[in-house]
């Protein structure tokens, strides 16, 4: 049996970040190494390294699914892996996390005041005001910490579904880091 690497247990990390955050927004920041590293290591030449090892949410869906039988485990359908739902939901994710920084910079410029609020499928509104204490960092830093956590957990909410309903880490599938480093892959590879 192949020996455990503390990174088999990033799982447990992806939990942590989500409850330090539920309860201090500002940890919502710590996400942004999801953003980073994947792009980092596909860009250096360690292809999808970080997919295959030390994403927290691909093993927290496999752990779920597999190891705690919360999967159906049936084959998703097809048109969820195909290039053109890949891409095109991709493009709406990073559309939506531009937004976010958007929405970021109007707080910062004083032209919007923060919302303390998690914006769960980029629709319905969570108000979250215990998260933030008012003055514990500049008003920006919060707003950007809440739009993170709202992509974050959207993203985690749609990965957890999938999972139930299809194999545990369906939305590796589809996952925008997941399709942008394998497109840089891909780019690099040529
Ligand atoms: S595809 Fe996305 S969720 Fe899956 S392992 Fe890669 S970064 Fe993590």
Redesign the pocket.
């Known amino acids: 049996m192949k020996s455990k690497k503390w990174y088999d247990y990033m799982w447990i990390w992806a939990i942590i970040y989500f409850s330090l955050s539920f309860f201090n927004i500002l940890f919502a920041w710590l996400g942004m190494i999801?953003f980073l590293i994947?792009v980092i290591v596909a860009v250096t030449g360690g292809g999808k390294w970080?997919?295959n090892n030390m994403?927290g949410?691909?093993q927290l869906f496999r752990v779920l699914g597999k190891n705690c039988k919360l999967s159906r485990n049936k084959p998703a359908p097809k048109w969820l892996s195909s290039k053109g739902f890949r891409y095109g939901f991709m493009i709406f994710f990073f559309i939506m996390f531009g937004n976010m920084v958007y929405q970021t910079y109007l707080v910062a410029a004083g032209a919007k005041s923060l919302r303390q609020v998690v914006k769960l499928f980029w629709t319905f509104k969570v108000p979250f005001h215990w998260a933030y204490t008012s003055g514990s960092a500049p008003e920006w830093v919060a707003q950007y910490s809440f739009g993170l956590y709202s992509l974050m957990v959207t993203s985690t909410l749609i990965?957890l579904i999938v999972m139930l309903l299809y194999k545990p880490?369906t939305?590796?599938s589809f996952?925008p880091?997941?399709t942008l480093t394998q497109g840089i892959c891909k780019i690099k590879e040529k």
């Open positions: 999801d994947p970080f997919c994403c949410r691909g990965g880490r939305w590796c996952c880091m997941g």
